[in-house]
């Protein structure tokens, strides 16, 4: 179920129009201004990852690739690690998350977590 923080979930006009993300945004442009690529890695389903590059480019964030795993049908936690661990080949990676699951999952998978 999705809380009220998150009615942009899978709505990208509410997403683009009345999402207030910004200390996610300032995440993304810390590391963006290090020198690491940005990849997101969202619940939301993939007919609002447009929306989520719009968004981040509004705010001078290039996503390397959005990655929508809401639609998938299985264990999105899971899933999420699994892509942390592909990642985690060629990048160093931070995950940031407010889900427990998915931060003990990403830490397993290698990634350094931070709850927001």
């Given at each position: 179920?999705?809380?009220?923080?998150?009615?942009?979930?899978?709505?990208?006009?509410?997403?683009?129009?009345?999402?207030?993300?910004?200390?996610?945004?300032?995440?993304?442009?810390?590391?963006?201004?290090?020198?690491?690529?940005?990849?997101?890695?969202?619940?939301?389903?993939?007919?609002?990852?447009?929306?989520?590059?719009?968004?981040?480019?509004?705010?001078?964030?290039?996503?390397?690739y959005v990655f929508c795993?809401?639609?998938?049908?299985?264990?999105?936690?899971?899933?999420?690690?699994?892509?942390?661990?592909?990642?985690?080949?060629?990048?160093?990676?931070?995950?940031?998350?407010?889900?427990?699951?998915?931060?003990?999952?990403?830490?397993?998978?290698?990634?350094?977590?931070?709850?927001?």
């Amino acid at each position: 179920m999705v809380g009220p923080d998150y009615v942009e979930f899978g709505d990208a006009y509410k997403l683009l129009n009345e999402s207030k993300p910004l200390p996610l945004i300032k995440l993304a442009q810390e590391v963006q201004k290090e020198g690491y690529r940005v990849f997101i890695l969202t619940a939301r389903r993939n007919i609002i990852a447009p929306a989520i590059k719009r968004l981040l480019a509004r705010y001078g964030i290039t996503a390397e690739y959005v990655f929508c795993v809401g639609d998938r049908g299985f264990d999105v936690a899971q899933y999420k690690a699994e892509i942390l661990r592909e990642l985690g080949k060629e990048f160093q990676t931070f995950f940031y998350d407010n889900e427990k699951p998915n931060l003990v999952l990403a830490a397993q998978a290698g990634a350094r977590v931070f709850q927001v």
